[in-house]
């Protein structure tokens, strides 16, 4: 497609159980953001992703939280054992080697989740 | 990477120009000022980035003082697509490590 694309777009799930969101950046993109956006907050920072590398973790608020990109195209951001203060639209985006040296980052819709 | 102060909320009305002021005062000689937006219930989106000199494109203009410490991000015709949260943020600018720190930033709400 055209854009970053994010499923699920919403997802509600029990406390405990584990998510899965998926990430697919623009095609031919190398570098992947992950970023956690509380209601009335900013995007804050998770996690990154050249090529299949995770090079920067420092964001995940947790061990449950974690990020793949096996074969550095898709991304799933895993979050096991969910708990209410994971409630949040998570945010995927994407940059070509070019862009990212520019800081413009091309962001999906996000998926947001909410924690019974 | 260097942190900005941006009002909470702003009015504009449509048609006029929407003037975002962002102090940044303590910004670094190679960090670039950059602003997102992000409409609601979508993802931010990127609108411009400068060093020092000024500059616009087809979405806006960005001006910034000349000691730097402060930048104003200009839509000269606001409508009503418009209406989003501006965040003005501040980072060095090269490929690889990419984490913007976006703040709270302004809810600019334009009105008919």
């Known amino acids: 497609g055209a854009g970053v694309s994010q499923s699920p777009r919403y997802k509600v799930a029990k406390r405990g159980q584990d998510v899965a969101l998926r990430c697919d950046p623009i095609?031919?993109?190398?570098?992947l953001f992950w970023y956690q956006q509380a209601l009335g907050q900013g995007p804050e920072f998770l996690t990154y992703f050249q090529n299949e590398a995770q090079l920067d973790k420092s964001g995940l608020p947790s061990d449950r939280f974690f990020a793949e990109r096996p074969e550095g195209s898709v991304s799933t951001l895993k979050i096991q054992r969910t708990q209410q203060e994971d409630s949040a639209v998570y945010l995927c985006a994407s940059s070509s080697r070019t862009s990212g040296s520019t800081g413009e980052l091309f962001f999906g819709e996000g998926s947001r989740l909410t924690v019974l | 990477d260097a942190k900005t102060t941006q009002p909470p909320s702003m009015d504009c009305a449509e048609g006029r120009a929407a003037n975002l002021p962002c102090n940044h005062s303590?910004?670094?000689?190679?960090?670039?000022v950059y602003w997102y937006r992000q409409i609601h219930s979508q993802g931010p989106q990127y609108i411009i980035h400068g060093l020092k000199n000024n500059e616009t494109n087809e979405m806006a203009s960005l001006i910034i003082t000349e000691d730097r410490k402060s930048s104003t991000l200009i839509l000269p015709h606001a409508t009503l697509r418009d209406t989003a949260v501006y965040y003005c943020i501040v980072r060095v600018a090269k490929a690889g490590a990419n984490n913007l720190f976006f703040g709270t930033g302004t809810r600019l709400t334009v009105i008919p």
């Open positions: 303590t910004i670094s000689g190679n960090e670039y």
């Open positions: 095609s031919g993109h190398v570098s």
